[in-house]
């Protein structure tokens, strides 16, 4: 079983900085794909960034590109994403994800593990 945990979220003021974390534990492969997706209130859960096994492959969504910074550290079988110029319209519930299949993945059905997500607010 592959759990995640999230970490790394809080309160900003627009323009400034966040750097999230999620630490995968249980058998987790390298190759595995690893995304962010985020939620935010009365919305439908929307995708941020993914990272393949090697740091060479990434996805941004259009939204977070330029701002956003997804890495990860296969040795520790973690993920994060460094956000920055961050805005009011970014404030979510930011949930890691964890998909079995080597790809770069933009839908929420093509994860098959996800964390309990961290709250992200930025004020104006």
């Known amino acids: 079983q592959v759990q995640l945990v999230e970490s790394g979220g809080g309160l900003v003021q627009a323009g400034g900085s966040l750097r999230l974390s999620c630490a995968a534990s249980?058998?987790?492969?390298?190759?595995?794909?690893m995304g962010w997706f985020r939620q935010a209130p009365g919305k439908a859960r929307e995708f941020a960034a993914a990272?393949?096994?090697?740091?060479?492959?990434?996805y941004y969504a259009n939204s977070v590109k330029g701002r956003f910074t997804i890495s990860r550290d296969n040795a520790k079988n973690t993920v994060y994403l460094q956000m920055s110029s961050l805005k009011p319209e970014d404030t979510a519930v930011y949930y890691c994800?964890?998909?079995?299949?080597?790809?770069?993945?933009?839908?929420?059905?093509?994860?098959?593990?996800w964390g309990q997500g961290t709250q992200v607010t930025v004020s104006s």
């Open positions: 994800a964890i998909s079995s299949v080597a790809g770069i993945y933009s839908r929420a059905q093509d994860y098959d593990w």
């Open positions: 249980g058998r987790i492969l390298s190759t595995y794909t």
């Open positions: 990272i393949g096994w090697t740091n060479a492959n990434i």
